[in-house]
C-alpha cells in the first residue's frame, strides 16, 4: 500500500513539473509547454553569444562571408514573412538575426536562441553551394523559430523539480539512504534517455521545417538528400541509443518524405554555386 501511495505521489510530482505556457511549433504544430520566457532565454542567449564571439576568429574570406550572410538573411526574411502571415509573428518579435562565419575546420553550425548562427568554415566544403548552406541554415534557424532551447531549459528545469520532490517524498516517508540512492539513480538513468531520445526528435523537427523554410526562401529543397548523403560519407554519425542526431539512413529517409510537402513552398529564384574554395561559377535555377 504504501509504494502505491509513493507512486501516486511521483504522478503527482510529475502532473505539477508539466505546468507551463501552452505553445505550439510552427510547420508541424507540435504542442509544447515552456516554463521560462523569451525575455529569459534571450537574455542568457544573448549574453554567452556575445562571450563567444569576443573569442571567435571571424572568417577572413570576404566571398563565403557575404554569402552565409546572404543567404541567411534570405532564410530569415522568408520566416518572418511567413510567420507573420500565420498570425504567428510575436514568436520572433524580439529576435535579432545575426549569421556569422568563423575560422574553424568543423564540419558544423549552431544557433543560438533569438536567431544568433554560426557556421564554421569547415562546413562549406560539404554544403558546395547556395541551396545546400540554405538547408543547414534553415535547420538552424528552425531549432530558434521552435524555441528549442527553451523546450530543453524548461524539461530540464522539471525533471529537477521532479527529483527533488521526490526525494523529499522519500526522506519524509521514512525510506532509508539505500532506497533514496536507488530512487535518485532511477530517476537519472530515465532522464537520461528520456533527454537524448527527446534531443533526437528536436533534430528530426529542424530537419522538417528547415526544409520548409529552405523552401520558402526559394531554396531547392531536393538538394538536402545530396547533401546529407555527403555529410554521411565523412562518417561522423553515431547510431548509439545516447546520440542527439538522428542516423544518416534515418535523417535521408525522413528527408525524402517531407520533400512533398516542402515542394508546396517551392519558387525556384537564381542562386550562386561558388564559394571561393572551389573558384568556380554557376547559375542555377
Not at 537524448?196 to 520548409?212: N, P, T, V, W, Y
Request: proline residues 3%.
Amino acid at each position: 500500500m504504501k509504494n502505491v501511495k509513493y507512486l501516486l505521489l511521483v504522478v503527482v510530482t510529475a502532473i505539477l513539473a508539466s505546468c507551463g505556457t501552452a505553445t505550439q511549433v510552427p510547420i508541424t504544430g507540435r504542442k509544447q509547454r515552456l516554463v521560462v520566457s523569451d525575455e529569459q532565454v534571450l537574455s542568457l542567449s544573448n549574453q554567452e553569444y556575445q562571450s563567444y564571439m569576443k573569442s571567435a576568429k571571424i572568417s577572413t574570406d570576404a566571398t563565403n562571408t557575404a554569402m552565409v550572410k546572404r543567404v541567411g538573411q534570405r532564410l530569415a526574411n522568408a520566416v518572418v514573412s511567413y510567420l507573420q502571415s500565420n498570425g504567428m509573428g510575436s514568436d520572433v518579435s524580439n529576435y535579432q538575426w545575426e549569421f556569422n562565419l568563423v575560422q574553424d575546420k568543423q564540419v558544423n553550425a549552431w544557433c543560438m536562441p533569438g536567431g544568433k548562427i554560426v557556421v564554421y568554415e569547415g562546413i562549406l566544403p560539404v554544403t558546395q553551394d547556395e541551396a545546400s548552406l540554405a538547408i543547414v541554415l534553415g535547420h538552424e534557424i528552425a531549432h530558434a523559430v521552435a524555441k528549442h532551447s527553451a523546450e530543453r531549459i524548461s524539461n530540464s528545469y522539471k525533471q529537477q523539480t521532479a527529483v527533488q520532490v521526490l526525494g523529499g517524498v522519500a526522506s519524509a516517508a521514512g525510506m532509508g539512504p539505500n532506497w533514496q540512492s536507488a530512487v535518485s539513480s532511477i530517476i537519472g538513468v530515465g532522464t537520461k534517455a528520456w533527454t537524448s531520445g527527446f534531443s533526437r526528435s528536436q533534430e528530426s523537427e529542424a530537419d522538417h521545417i528547415g526544409l520548409i523554410f529552405a523552401a520558402m526562401a526559394g531554396y531547392d529543397p531536393q538538394v538536402a538528400v545530396a547533401f546529407w548523403e555527403r555529410m554521411a560519407s565523412l562518417g561522423n554519425s553515431s547510431n548509439s541509443i545516447f546520440s542527439d542526431h538522428p542516423s544518416d539512413e534515418k535523417r535521408i529517409k525522413q528527408i525524402k518524405g517531407w520533400l512533398p510537402e516542402a515542394q508546396t513552398y517551392y519558387k525556384p529564384v537564381t542562386t550562386t554555386t561558388t564559394t571561393s574554395s572551389s573558384k568556380k561559377s554557376s547559375k542555377k535555377k
